[in-house]
């Protein structure tokens, strides 16, 4: 039997608790997880890290789980599945924005490839707050992230900021 690849596509600008329970909690329904960091090169968007940087950082954060990969990817969400034969895409939901953001993006990328499902998983009630935004927003300006990131990407973080975490 083919091997079953799932997506798990963001930004990770940084990874953050919330995503590592998505990513593990994925490994339930395929037999592979991809990360993938999706970019273009034509981002205004300038984030903390790079997109080599958050690629490292994922690799760090689940290093010895031989069946999650990180990866980037530019273009296509459907492109870069049908290049890694995935079959499902999948993404937590957090709050009634995001399932709108998200929703549209599903029916989107099924319109483009109709073989290809999302699946949104409900997320870690304590981490359903958290977002990589408001992340890099409260280390930014000297707040403690580290309820919210694991210890590889605050030490990260400490380096970009200067010291704050
Ligand atoms: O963490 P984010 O910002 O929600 O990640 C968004 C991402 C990278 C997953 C999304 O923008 C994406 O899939 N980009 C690839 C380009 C694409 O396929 N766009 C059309 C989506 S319908």
Do not use: W
Not at 26 to 54: C, I, N, W, Y
Not at 75 to 87: I, N, P, S, T, W
């Amino acid at each position: 039997m083919s091997e079953r690849i799932a997506l798990c596509p963001g930004s990770f600008d940084p990874i953050t608790l919330g995503h590592q329970d998505i990513v593990r909690r994925t490994l339930a329904f395929a037999d592979r997880v991809v990360v993938a960091v999706g970019h273009s090169p034509q981002q205004s968007k300038q984030g903390m890290f790079t997109v080599a940087e958050r690629v490292a950082l994922i690799r760090e954060v689940f290093a010895g789980e031989s069946r999650i990969e990180a990866d980037a990817f530019q273009g296509l969400l459907v492109d870069y599945a049908r290049l890694r034969g995935a079959g499902l895409v999948v993404k937590g939901l957090r709050t009634v924005a995001d399932f709108e953001y998200e929703m549209q993006m599903a029916l989107m990328n099924r319109a483009q490839h109709p073989e290809l499902d999302t699946l949104f998983l409900a997320p870690d009630p304590a981490q359903s707050f958290v977002s990589a935004t408001l992340v890099r927003q409260i280390a930014t300006l000297g707040g403690d992230v580290s309820p919210f990131v694991s210890p590889v990407v605050l030490a990260a973080i400490g380096e970009k900021v200067g010291g704050a975490s």
